[in-house]
């Protein structure tokens, strides 16, 4: 710790902060240094020189952001010289700013126009003609106005640093710089609406909110991001309603948790909202009668679901039911989903839509992987990631990785795909889903393929696996980082999740870690999976960890087993499902179908008989479980949810009184969170499972073809996929293209451009007509083909497929 | 009085950038000595600090400390930088250096480069020098062949890569640290400081940078001996140094004449004021430094401290000279134009307030002055200067506020009338 004094106050910081880091860490006994190009979060520019302060015996005024203090130091913020530097460099800002804050969507919002007010002359000295600067066109998402650009450079340093895509610089020198794309295009980085938020002028604003409201319209109510698994956390802003337009929210910003997402915010989160008052949105609840839709009040609409319900169980008992339910559904609606179907009887419950392999299931932990490691991310120094689209799944963590890897760590991957992260990755492993599960193997035999006890005691398919394999060198190299790092980090992404071999991911991916020290951690692509884990909406456990002897169905096998009826709960099957095919035939053929959603789709639309509309997570209460086993709350950011849409709780609750289930009398969220939170605390405990059977390694001959079906990230659930912005910005290679690399296009006599039809690998699967588009980043022996994606309907997002030329 | 016996010291001869013609005044022979008696490197940073050698790139620093400030023995890639960017209007000495004694430079280099401890070098060149790059590439290639370059030179175990490296054209990649920025291949923006070059300079490493004169010194004073260096100058402001002398004289040029010899003699040197005019004014050292008037200059000796004691700086020795009949409202317009379209546009008040002087001088000659703009032309340039993060600040300011403090009544007499009073008084 170092003393010194700001403004005669006497101040401890430690040694090596600047004097703005130590100003501010002081807070409220230290007047606030005016600051335009310094970000906590960002490189010190120390450019814009409005922070410039006094130091006793200093021969000029000094940038407080980029001084350090010494002991001793006597600083001062406001005497006479300092005040003379800031107001000189406030009339330099303002000379060439335009003097347009009436209709600057940042007025109001403004850091320049809110200094101005403290260090602005009155009147203007300058009467020479001011400089004009073109607009860019940088995308959907952020709108400019560059002549109002003040050369802060904070975008510029957040593209390169934090988002690790070098999209903005300066171009031309002096007072003709402009912010630029170079080339003009639109912004590709995930996280580039940062920049709106940095901005601290109004050149770079959101615009999908340009001029729709003026800041000191909305009110801000806090909520919690709900599209990936850190649950960032956020601002919801709100229009109160008027004559002329309901309530509405208007736009959602960052707010900060040092924890979890800093200050920053993925486009996805921030932008999703504009998906909200799409036409698709179910505004009041509906039942088919005949073959026809209509709408209706909430009553009838409950009436009818109840009777068909019951129907279909009183002729075919509840086995004949079955429910699935988002991973994005909050604690509470997972909890009450499976209470209520449970209280029926139902036995077939699950979450788990993009699983393909439910093997092991039994033996998993209660709680989906987690651990409290987001900040430790970043002091990580060797990551080895499985089966990930990371920096499309999960925008932050890999923000958090990027700046490891500048810190010098280490990243491995083993993927389908040579996806571009945006980092520098040392080790790549780029082989077909199913050389996915071969090359962790071949890294497990480099760590101990010598040693006959452990692998003995393996299950037998997994030790045969890691005996027959020939590491190569990149897999060596990968053992040998692993090995000798302090405390390596294993991720397994989504593609992990959706392999068909994913229980053999996971052991070994857990063998390794016990092997060599390292945490394993899974990265879901929903925003509460460890939250619906918790809340036991699967088939084989109960609420208070006990496992069930005979399991319901699992996500796959009740779509595969075409029951009599479902219930599905804030999900689009045909989109969502890892099984698109089996879920429309299996949803199509079922009596009755009963949908919780906020969005419908034509398909629902044929398979349904009521939809009951309910809340977005932006306008929902209730909580989500994020990566870290975080448990965040949030209320409800509007009076209402659109139009008749109900919160999920209390639609699940009514249906349940409905039928007449006891025990769902809850008058509020809280008090169902409460009761959830005593369940959850009862210090759940797995009982001893016996070891079960692994399936038998695949046969796998020179001619499979294996798919990559990610999930890209704008096509991930179904607000963002009715978020126009958004849309705009789905870039090529997630179209429904096949792409596939030049060695397989070769083996299977095809160009650029031909068409080839696709099936999934049984006989009576319906094929799909696509485009050849040869790309150097698959892996050899798959093709890449993404799911959630209209029309395309082929199961398995990680299984062998057909093609025929 | 003693011309060209330092980096002009072969310019007599035929030829005078051959290696044969350089090894003829004694080239190469000092690094020859220093590599075989196996001299150590403190004793010949002792002889600079000796010889009173001071930066020749603007700031005057002493050369013998700026190489003390590397830490020697830290076992980490070090780099030594020769800066010939020479962008300072005026200044066109680093460029004959280039053409008539490139070995020399190369020879300052490599002894620099033992005595620093650093293996590779790199010599920067402004993006116009084109034939100065190529023929400083024969040289390079040359000491190569001599083995004065690359590994192990002359047998000694001593190592040491020089490139030739060239700008864009940009006149901020002088200042080092825009410099070192250019070279990373990065836009040409300073850094701020600290930290220095010394410990965090090209690729964030351990750099120290020198002009070309500063360097193409070296093997000369150690060839004389320091105090003979020092000697040829005063107290602290040893050695001959290259004055580009231009503007209204008979015969502008470059002149290698000792530190100390007054003014009014390299006047005469140059061949007098032309058109037998009278002498206005005078910009000592390069057009950022401050604007002297003529009779002040007559009774000023040229070195580092007689300048400063007189109001300017010998900055590049960059010697500007203005008759009677020059607007000096026009010789501030151009001055400051230059500088508005060279900022690099990082800091606001250099960025701003650039274009600010440049249109409000340019209004005053234009004869829209209004009253109250002086004032504020000096406001502007106190809003400037000392807040910028490089010396570029000081380059717009100080021409800015020397030529009201010395020619006001010019400028007044623009505003008030609505014309020029040089124009006025020859009509
Ligand atoms: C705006 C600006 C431009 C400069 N241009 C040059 C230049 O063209 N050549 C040069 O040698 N030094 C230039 N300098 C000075 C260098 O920053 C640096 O001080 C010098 O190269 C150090 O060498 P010396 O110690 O040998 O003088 C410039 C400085 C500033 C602030
Ligand atoms: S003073 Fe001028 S040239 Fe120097 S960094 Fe600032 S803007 Fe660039
Ligand atoms: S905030 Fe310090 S210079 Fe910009």
């Known amino acids: ?805 | 009085m003693q011309h060209n016996i330092v980096c002009f010291r072969t310019r007599h001869l035929d030829q005078p950038w051959s290696l044969e013609n350089y090894r003829s005044v004694g080239g190469y022979k000092q690094l020859e000595r220093i590599l075989n008696d196996k001299i150590p490197p403190e004793h010949i940073l002792e002889r600079i600090k000796q010889s009173a050698l001071r930066g020749r790139g603007g700031a005057g620093f002493p050369t013998g400390l700026k190489w003390s400030f590397l830490s020697r023995g830290k076992p980490i890639q070090k780099y030594l930088i020769c800066n010939s960017d020479e962008g300072e209007p005026g200044t066109c000495k680093d460029h004959d250096i280039l053409m008539l004694n490139p070995h020399q430079l190369i020879e300052g280099m490599i002894i620099a480069a033992y005595v620093l401890g650093t293996t590779v070098g790199y010599h920067y060149l402004r993006g116009e020098f084109w034939h100065a790059f190529q023929r400083c590439e024969q040289a390079i290639k040359e000491a190569y062949q001599e083995g004065y370059l690359g590994k192990n030179i002359l047998g000694s175990g001593v190592d040491f890569d020089l490139y030739n490296t060239l700008g864009a054209g940009a006149y901020i990649c002088g200042e080092e640290t825009a410099l070192i920025e250019s070279i990373e291949g990065k836009r040409g923006w300073p850094r701020f400081k600290p930290p220095f070059p010394a410990n965090y300079g090209l690729y964030g490493l351990p750099t120290t940078i020198n002009n070309t004169e500063t360097l193409a010194s070296v093997p000369v004073i150690l060839q004389h001996g320091a105090k003979w260096f020092a000697h040829l100058g005063g107290k602290e402001n040893g050695g001959s140094k290259i004055f580009s002398i231009s503007g209204h004289v008979n015969q502008p040029g470059n002149y290698e004449i000792p530190l100390g010899t007054p003014f009014s003699e390299l006047l005469n040197i140059a061949g007098g004021v032309w058109k037998n005019a009278r002498i206005k004014a005078v910009i000592p050292g390069g057009s950022s430094m401050p604007v002297l008037p003529g009779e002040v200059m007559k009774r000023t000796r040229l070195d580092y401290d007689s300048l400063s004691k007189a109001g300017s700086m010998l900055g590049t020795g960059a010697i500007i000279v203005m008759d009677e009949h020059t607007c000096m409202v026009n010789a501030l317009a151009c001055i400051t134009e230059f500088y508005y379209e060279e900022s690099c546009g990082q800091c606001t008040p250099c960025r701003e307030g650039s274009g600010w002087v440049t249109r409000l001088i340019k209004r005053i000659e234009a004869g829209q002055g209004k009253p109250g703009d002086l004032d504020c032309l000096e406001q502007i340039a106190k809003g400037i200067e000392g807040r910028t993060i490089c010396a570029f600040g000081e380059a717009i300011a100080w021409p800015v506020r020397s030529f009201l403090k010395h020619f006001r009544a010019e400028f007044e007499y623009h505003i008030e009338h609505g014309c020029c009073q040089v124009a006025a008084r020859v009509r």
């Open chain 1, 1 to 805: 710790m170092i003393k010194f004094e700001i403004d005669g106050k006497k101040i401890q910081a430690k040694s090596g902060s600047t004097i703005i880091e130590a100003a501010d860490a002081a807070g409220v006994d230290v007047s606030h240094i005016p600051r335009f190009c310094y970000h906590s979060k960002l490189s010190i520019a120390a450019s814009c020189r409005m922070c410039l302060v006094e130091v006793e015996n200093g021969r000029k005024p000094l940038p407080a952001c980029a001084t350090t203090v010494t002991a001793g130091m006597k600083i001062y913020t406001k005497s006479h010289q300092a005040m003379q530097a800031q107001k000189e460099v406030m009339s330099f800002l303002l000379i060439n700013h335009p003097l347009d804050c009436p209709i600057c969507d940042q007025g109001g919002e403004c850091e320049l126009q809110d200094l101005s007010m403290g260090y602005g002359r009155t009147s203007t000295s300058f009467i020479e003609g001011k400089r004009s600067i073109k607009d860019k066109d940088i995308g959907p998402l952020i709108a400019t106005e560059m002549t109002r650009c003040i050369h802060c450079t904070r975008c510029v340093r957040f593209c390169s640093e934090i988002a690790g895509l070098r999209e903005l610089g300066i171009l031309g020198r002096g007072e003709h710089s402009e912010i630029s794309t170079y080339v003009e295009h639109s912004m590709q980085s995930e996280l580039a609406g940062n920049i709106i938020d940095l901005c601290p002028v109004g050149a770079l604003t959101s615009k999908p909110f340009r001029f729709k409201a003026r800041a000191w319209e909305l009110r801000a109510r806090a909520g919690i991001a709900g599209h990936d698994c850190l649950g960032s956390n956020i601002n919801i802003h709100i229009k109160r309603e008027s004559d002329s337009q309901p309530e509405r929210i208007m736009r959602v910003v960052s707010r900060t948790n040092e924890k979890l997402n800093e200050t920053w915010l993925s486009d996805r989160d921030r932008f999703s909202y504009t998906g909200l008052y799409h036409a698709d949105r179910l505004a009041r609840p509906m039942i088919k009668q005949i073959g026809k839709w209509q709408e209706t009040d909430w009553e009838t609409a409950l009436t009818v679901a109840t009777q068909k319900l019951q129907n279909v169980i009183a002729q075919n008992g509840a086995q004949a039911v079955g429910g699935l339910i988002s991973p994005n559904s909050t604690v509470e609606e997972c909890y009450l989903f499976q209470a209520w179907l449970r209280s029926l009887g139902v036995p077939h419950i699950d979450h788990r839509i993009r699983q393909s392999d439910f093997d092991h299931q039994i033996q998993s932990p209660l709680v989906w992987s987690t651990c409290k490691c987001v900040q430790s991310l970043e002091e990580t120094t060797s990551f080895l990631l499985i089966g990930s689209f990371i920096r499309e799944e999960q925008p932050l963590i890999t923000s958090r990785i990027r700046k490891a890897t500048q810190g010098g760590a280490r990243v491995h991957v083993i993927n389908p795909v040579d996806f571009d992260f945006h980092l520098t990755l040392t080790n790549r492993c780029i082989v077909s889903p199913w050389g996915m599960v071969c090359s962790l193997a071949a890294i497990a035999q480099v760590l101990f393929g010598n040693d006959k006890k452990k692998l003995n005691i393996m299950p037998k398919p997994i030790a045969e696996l890691i005996r027959q394999q020939k590491p190569n060198t990149v897999e060596h190299d990968i053992a040998r980082d692993l090995q000798q790092d302090k405390a390596p980090l294993i991720l397994l992404g989504a593609l992990a999740q959706a392999h068909p071999y994913f229980s053999y991911l996971r052991v070994l991916s857990e063998t390794i870690a016990i092997e060599i020290g390292a945490k394993t951690l899974h990265l879901t692509d929903s925003a509460n999976e460890a939250g619906a884990w918790l809340a036991t909406a699967l088939p084989h456990r109960r609420i208070d960890g006990v496992s069930i002897k005979e399991p319901g169905y699992n996500a796959k096998a009740m779509l595969a087993k075409t029951l009599k009826s479902y219930c599905l709960f804030g999900l689009e099957p045909t989109y969502d499902s890892a099984y698109p095919e089996l879920a429309r035939t299996a949803l199509q053929q079922a009596e009755c179908v009963i949908v919780c959603s906020a969005f419908k789709n034509k398909a629902m639309l044929e398979y349904a008989d009521v939809l009951l509309p309910i809340a977005t997570h932006l306008e929902n209460e209730g909580s989500f479980v994020n990566i870290e086993g975080t448990r965040q709350s949030f209320q409800r950011s509007v009076n209402k949810p659109f139009a008749e849409a109900r919160c999920g709780w209390k639609v699940l609750r009514v249906l349940a009184n409905f039928m007449g289930r006891p025990g769902f009398d809850y008058q509020t969220v809280l008090e169902l969170s409460s009761e959830l939170s005593r369940n959850l605390e009862n210090d759940l405990q797995s009982e001893h499972i016996p070891p079960v059977d692994f399936k038998p390694l695949p046969t796998v001959s020179d001619n499979t073809v294996w798919r990559c079906g990610y999930w890209p990230i704008y096509r991930n659930d179904s607000l963002v996929r009715r978020a126009e912005p958004l849309q705009v910005l789905t870039v090529e290679q997630d179209l429904a293209k096949l792409r596939l690399g030049a060695a397989l296009a070769t083996h299977l006599k095809v160009n650029n451009g031909d068409r080839v039809s696709v099936s999934s690998d049984h006989p009576d699967a319906k094929p799909v007509t696509l485009q050849v588009l040869i790309d150097q980043r698959i892996a050899d022996a798959t093709v890449c083909l993404p799911s959630g994606l209209p029309d395309i309907a082929i199961n398995g997002p990680l299984s062998v497929v057909r093609i025929t030329t």
